[in-house]
């Protein structure tokens, strides 16, 4: 018995709850656009680790108009949590995300910031519950020492697209959003800090607990 990855894709989708309609209408966009949101699957997933987790404070990196920060503000809004960040380098995104996020009934809990993400997280005080990372894959790697540093012991780590549409896994593919990935899941599944799995939810979540 095999199955084609569209097909597990197909199922997963649907089993998650019907989404608001703001929710579906980021989804009608991102299919219209091409834009590579995490998708209802993924974000359901994503929802219910910040669920597990208690998350009262998350911090997302490459937010784009902030389908993902929509899943993880309603985790934190349940959880009688603080706040969100949503950071992305794009303006029109940004503006974007306030509309959308506003409408779900997410003022008091995001917080946005325009500008590099991992710079943004750096300059950031205290602790998170969970991060959240879909940036440009050639930065996973030098990512992770501020996130260490930024997530508290016991928070969880989410990274985006740790498959890669299975180039991760086919070592004729040596570009640099490859490797970094590769990079990226070596350190954080070889490391006596973590406790990491890949989740094969669309593009691949790698889940990472910070001991
Ligand atoms: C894959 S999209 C985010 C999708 C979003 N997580 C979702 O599922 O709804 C990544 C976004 O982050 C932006 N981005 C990539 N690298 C970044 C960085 N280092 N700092 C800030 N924004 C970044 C991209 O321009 C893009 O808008």
Redesign the pocket.
């Known amino acids: 018995m095999s199955y084609s990855n569209d097909q597990l894709s197909t199922y997963l989708n649907s089993l998650v709850p019907e989404r608001r309609a703001e929710l579906q209408k980021m989804e009608a966009y991102a299919q219209e656009h091409g834009f590579?949101?995490?998708g209802p699957a993924a974000g359901h997933f994503c929802y219910l680790i910040a669920r597990l987790a208690g998350a009262k404070r998350i911090f997302e990196?490459?937010?784009?108009y902030?389908?993902?920060t929509a899943w993880f503000a309603r985790a934190v809004q349940e959880n009688d949590g603080d706040e969100v960040f949503h950071?992305?380098?794009?303006e029109e995104?940004s503006q974007r995300a306030r509309k959308h996020l506003s409408a779900l009934g997410y003022d008091d809990i995001v917080r946005y910031h325009v500008g590099?993400?991992?710079a943004a997280l750096r300059e950031t005080s205290g602790q998170f519950d969970l991060i959240f990372n879909?940036?440009?894959k050639e930065?996973y790697p030098d990512s992770l020492d501020v996130i260490e540093e930024k997530l508290r012991p016991g928070g969880v780590l989410i990274i985006?697209n740790a498959i890669w549409s299975g180039r991760v896994f086919d070592d004729s593919e040596q570009d640099a959003s490859t490797k970094a990935i590769r990079e990226t899941t070596r350190r954080l599944t070889n490391n006596h800090k973590w406790l990491a799995s890949i989740v094969p939810i669309r593009d691949g979540l790698l889940v990472a607990f910070r001991q």
């Open positions: 590579p949101i995490i990196l490459g937010s784009g902030g389908y993902s950071v992305v380098w794009d995104l590099e993400a991992v879909d940036i440009d930065g985006d």
